[in-house]
């Protein structure tokens, strides 16, 4: 029984993995394009949001019609290095792949400090690929979100982040069957912090206490957490 528990919750992760995989893969086929584009046109200097828009629309709807994952948005989100005038995310979502309106980013209070969020802070910091959340995007979804972002660099200098929305709502449809198998089984992050759960006591964004057999994703932040008897 337990053997055949170990392989369900093996399948189980191994699932999660690949199918992150498969997010991850469109943005980094995307990423030497991209490095191409903005590095001819920064030669010429820094550039306005909408001059980054029209830089990266084709390729971000490219992205978005031909990936087989359910992604909500995509698009990239440039450092106040090279975008020195509007919005910095050129970014498209949606069933009908639209723009990110610019007014979400003004001046004052209303202004938000992309930096600091994590699918942009860490990915500049470690200069490695990173998937956030869940956390409601009240920036573009306000739906539960998980986010991969890749670190976007030219000559070795932080230009950005290429990023891909993926509603939560989705990896449950994917997941739950097979979390429902293992009596109580949830998704967490590394926080502890409940992606997609079966367990009757916690949901989505609850923090996972008490005893549990823990099964650790080999390529990202994230465990699944099996209740002990």
């Given at each position: 029984m337990k053997?055949?528990?170990?392989?369900?919750?093996?399948a189980?992760?191994?699932?999660f993995?690949e199918?992150?995989d498969?997010?991850?893969?469109p943005l980094?086929?995307?990423l030497?394009r991209?490095?191409?584009?903005?590095?001819?046109r920064?030669?010429?200097?820094t550039?306005?949001?909408a001059?980054l828009?029209?830089?990266?629309?084709?390729?971000?709807?490219?992205?978005l019609?031909?990936t087989?994952?359910?992604?909500?948005g995509a698009?990239?989100?440039?450092s106040?290095?090279?975008?020195?005038?509007?919005?910095?995310?050129?970014?498209w979502q949606?069933?009908d792949?639209?723009?990110?309106a610019?007014?979400?980013?003004?001046?004052g209070?209303a202004a938000i400090?992309?930096?600091?969020?994590?699918?942009?802070r860490?990915?500049?910091?470690?200069r490695?690929r990173?998937?956030?959340?869940?956390?409601?995007d009240?920036?573009c979804s306000?739906?539960?979100?998980l986010t991969?972002?890749?670190?976007v660099?030219?000559?070795?200098?932080?230009?950005?982040v290429?990023?891909?929305?993926v509603l939560?709502?989705?990896?449950e449809?994917?997941l739950?069957?097979?979390?429902?198998e293992l009596?109580g089984a949830?998704?967490v992050?590394s926080?502890?912090r409940?992606v997609?759960s079966?367990?009757?006591?916690y949901?989505t964004g609850?923090?996972?206490?008490?005893?549990?057999?823990?099964?650790r994703?080999?390529?990202y932040?994230?465990?699944l957490?099996t209740p002990?008897?």
């Amino acid at each position: 029984m337990k053997t055949q528990q170990n392989e369900q919750r093996e399948a189980l992760i191994a699932q999660f993995d690949e199918f992150v995989d498969g997010v991850f893969a469109p943005l980094e086929s995307w990423l030497p394009r991209l490095k191409t584009q903005l590095g001819e046109r920064l030669a010429d200097g820094t550039m306005t949001g909408a001059q980054l828009s029209a830089l990266t629309e084709k390729d971000a709807h490219a992205l978005l019609e031909q990936t087989d994952r359910p992604l909500y948005g995509a698009g990239f989100c440039a450092s106040d290095a090279i975008v020195t005038e509007g919005n910095p995310l050129a970014w498209w979502q949606g069933p009908d792949r639209q723009l990110l309106a610019s007014s979400t980013f003004g001046p004052g209070q209303a202004a938000i400090d992309l930096e600091r969020l994590e699918w942009f802070r860490l990915p500049a910091e470690t200069r490695e690929r990173h998937i956030a959340g869940p956390f409601v995007d009240y920036l573009c979804s306000n739906e539960i979100t998980l986010t991969a972002a890749i670190p976007v660099e030219i000559d070795d200098a932080f230009v950005g982040v290429l990023c891909a929305d993926v509603l939560v709502a989705s990896l449950e449809a994917l997941l739950l069957p097979m979390l429902a198998e293992l009596d109580g089984a949830a998704l967490v992050n590394s926080s502890g912090r409940v992606v997609v759960s079966a367990h009757p006591n916690y949901e989505t964004g609850d923090r996972f206490l008490g005893e549990a057999t823990v099964t650790r994703s080999a390529r990202y932040p994230f465990a699944l957490m099996t209740p002990q008897e």
